[in-house]
């Protein structure tokens, strides 16, 4: 059984700032810059999905709280399903 996709919430730092290259919400320690917020997750092929920035953190929580919802009813069958990816190999058969 493959382990359950998760999403997480990320910083992103302006580049004057010394945490410019950390993206973790612990990053926020000694942070002097005024950062923007991002979700993070992986899709069934294991590829990162960027979510939009937004420069308040609580937009950027309740976004992260709809997509882990979106993620849960993906995984229960319920929710959108999205297009399998082909390879080129397959596509040409």
Known sequence: MSK??????????????????????????????????YTFHRDALGDPVKGLRVRDRQTAERAL?????????????VGPRTRKRLTFNEWCD
């Open 4 to 37: 359950p996709r998760a999403a997480t919430l990320r910083v992103g730092h302006q580049r004057g700032c010394p945490n410019a290259s950390r993206t973790s919400l612990d990053s926020l320690a000694g942070c002097r810059c005024k950062p923007s917020y």
């Open 65 to 77: 709280m709809k997509l882990l919802v979106e993620l849960d009813e993906r995984r229960a069958g």
